[in-house]
C-alpha cells in the first residue's frame, strides 16, 4: 500500500474510530513484505502509548483531521 492510500484509509478509518485508527496504522508498519505482525500484546501497547502520548484519539499527522 502506498503512504497515500495508507494515509487515506487511515483518514476514513479515523472519523469512524480514532483508536482504531491508530492501532491499525502501527500495525502497517510494523507488518513485514508478506504483511504479516509478529509483536506481543505488550509491544503494541508501549508503541501506542510511545506514538500517541497525549492519548490514541490523537491525530497522527500532525494537524487537526481533514474534514
Known amino acids: 500500500m502506498t503512504n497515500r492510500k495508507i494515509k487515506r484509509q487511515y483518514d476514513r478509518l479515523f472519523k469512524k474510530n480514532p483508536a482504531g485508527a491508530n492501532t491499525w496504522l502501527i500495525l502497517q508498519e510494523l507488518k ?8 506481543s500484546e505488550e509491544e503494541l ?18 494537524g487537526p483531521e481533514n474534514e
Open 32 to 39: 513485514d513484505e508478506k504483511g504479516e505482525v509478529i509483536t
Open 45 to 62: 501497547a508501549e508503541l501506542l502509548i510511545v506514538r500517541f502520548p497525549d492519548g490514541l484519539d490523537t491525530y497522527a499527522f500532525g
